[in-house]
């Protein structure tokens, strides 16, 4: 038996069209160029010849013919006579290739390089497997649903890959059927058992993100950016944005008219309400946002700690708070501050004010606009805070600030 026929092992070269055909070739050399070594202690004139397509595998042997009595090397040398044995017209000095007969090996050398060459093809398509879903981590896919298991839904992709979607990556109102289409995003890729493991999520922010540059073609292109997102899966979303060209409104933008943008989001996260928020560097200004649709009266910020002191009106206490506090969690998660609601107490809520334009006669207007511009707009918004604090937010001097106090001081005074 000149060669021999190696379909069985060879079938995972046609399951496996995705891998690269110089690199399977190779593999099979290999392991046939080890079963060669074991056998004569070098492969080095031997060819290894592969037909992957048809599933044949030939061993040439070369070596040179030399006068009888002249064989140094009988790995690398024939002596003539044995030559002429198998074709007359030898003559010194040329190469004589034969083909080497499997069952020189013995079954159980033939046998375990099959095993071994099925086990190297496997490993193969294991990395282009993970390599695949390595550069795809964040993009979102479409997979069929072929198993819903209490804990995870096995699905598959268009090449027949196994994906995972756990439970805590799926929204809590999510429900599968077997054959069904799901979009997710890639995860990441685990391995188990020296067996890659894709795992996916609906509950990602990435997702969102993801979703959103599909329906909002400024965000593909680069004129919006999304700074940050944070979620309560299925119940609710905040989503900051900011736009490079002043032209465009990012929230309108991804909102779209009469939110056709932002519906098909919404069906696809199976009504998670999404806040679209303008992202600022101004601080004040983006809890304020954050806390939509809560109206905020005034807050206190303690820098240092990181904490914001948050004050309303009765009937917006719970708007801020959200069902089941979700509404503060992500204004907290998104500013990075931690934000405590306070009720306006109903003295607080009747206590005379006065808005600053009304001081234009004794302050100068350019003050009052610096006081404005970091949300002190009336008297008792000025007087709630430190010179300190006012020192250190505003770009007023220390004396200024101490003269408008004064003034501010001595109308409620007068008024009491």
């Known amino acids: 038996m000149a060669s021999i026929n190696l379909i069985d092992a060879f079938q995972d070269f046609k399951e496996a069209e995705n891998l690269d055909r110089p690199t399977l070739m190779k593999v099979v050399e290999d392991v046939f160029k080890t079963l060669l070594r074991k056998k004569y202690g070098s492969d080095d004139n031997f060819d290894v010849i592969v037909n992957a397509e048809k599933g044949d595998l030939e061993i040439i042997r070369r070596r040179l013919i030399v006068d009888d009595g002249e064989v140094i090397d009988p790995l690398a040398e024939v002596a003539y006579s044995d030559a002429v044995k198998i074709e007359p017209d030898f003559e010194v000095g040329e190469e004589l290739y034969e083909e080497v007969d499997m069952v ?23 990395n282009v497997l993970v390599k695949k879903y390595e550069t795809r981590i964040g993009e ?21 890959n196994e994906l995972i979607l756990p439970k805590s990556e799926q929204i809590p109102q999510d429900y599968f059927k077997k054959g069904e289409s799901v979009r997710a995003v890639v995860e990441r890729v685990d391995m188990k ?5 894709i795992i996916l999520s609906r509950t990602s922010p990435l997702f969102l993100a993801k979703l959103l540059e599909i329906e909002v073609p400024e965000i593909f292109d680069g004129l919006i950016s ?62 304020q946002r954050s806390l939509t649709p809560a109206k905020i009266s005034y807050m206190k910020l303690d820098d240092a700690k990181k904490q914001a002191d948050v ?10 708070i959200g069902r089941r506090g979700v509404n503060i969690k992500l204004a907290c998660e998104i500013t990075g501050y931690e934000i405590d ?6 003295e607080q809520e009747e206590q005379f004010d006065i808005d600053l334009e009304e001081f234009g006669d004794e ?23 430190t010179d300190a604090e006012l020192e250190r937010r505003t770009d007023l001097e220390k004396e200024t600030i101490q003269e408008v106090r004064k003034v501010l001081q001595a109308e409620f005074d007068r008024e009491d």
């Open 104 to 126: 020189d090996f013995g079954r159980r050398a033939i046998l375990a390089a099959k095993q071994t060459l099925a086990s190297r093809i496997s490993d193969l398509k294991k």
């Open 140 to 160: 979102i896919i479409s997979a069929e649903v072929y198993q819903v298991w209490k804990k995870e839904v096995l699905l598959v992709d268009d090449e027949e």
């Open 193 to 197: 058992n020296n067996t890659p493991v």
């Open 226 to 287: 999304i700074k940050k997102i944070v979620r309560e899966p299925g119940e609710r979303a905040k989503v900051a944005v900011e736009s490079y060209d002043d032209r465009i409104d990012p929230v309108g933008a991804c909102v779209g008219m009469k939110g056709s943008r932002i519906h098909g989001i919404v069906r696809e996260l199976k009504n998670e309400n999404i806040d679209v928020i303008n992202y600022t560097t101004n601080l004040q200004l983006l809890i």
């Open 311 to 320: 004050y309303l009106k009765a009937d917006q206490v719970s708007l801020a």
């Open 341 to 346: 609601v306070f009720r306006e107490d109903e």
């Open 363 to 385: 302050i100068e207007q350019w003050i009052i606009d610096e006081f404005k511009r970091v949300g002190c707009d009336t008297a008792q918004s000025v007087l709630s805070l």
